[in-house]
């Protein structure tokens, strides 16, 4: 059985940092892509980052130059670093799986996480 369980949220006061962590059990993921989504309240859950089984990354806009995605090299773990952290990065985070590459749409994600809170305050 898939399992995604996420970790590290919590929170923080704006301009300060956050580390997520994501560990993949119950398969083999070293061909998958592993992505971060978050879904802030009243609103729909939007992709954040995401980097592919070749270790080629994405982000959104809104967090180019204060996020970063990596994984480790046994590729079970994914990591979003969060630095510079704004109240409008407040949401649900989530961490997703799926096979080859990354890509931003989450109905392409069928291993999908729990979910972590993540609150900016002001």
């Known amino acids: 059985q898939v399992q995604l369980v996420e970790s590290g949220g919590g929170l923080v006061q704006a301009g300060g940092s956050l580390r997520l962590s994501c560990a993949a059990s119950g398969r083999t993921f070293t061909d998958h892509a592993m992505a971060w989504f978050r879904q802030a309240p009243g609103k729909e859950r939007e992709f954040v980052a995401g980097?592919?089984?070749?270790?080629?990354?994405y982000y959104i806009d809104s967090v180019k130059g204060r996020f970063t995605i990596s994984r480790d090299s046994a590729k079970t773990t994914v990591y979003l670093q969060m630095n510079s952290l704004k109240p409008e990065d407040t949401a649900i985070y989530y961490c997703a799986a799926r096979y080859g590459h990354a890509y931003s749409s989450e109905r392409d994600y069928p291993y999908w996480g729990q979910g972590t809170q993540v609150t900016v305050s002001s």
């Open positions: 980097i592919s089984w070749t270790a080629t990354t």
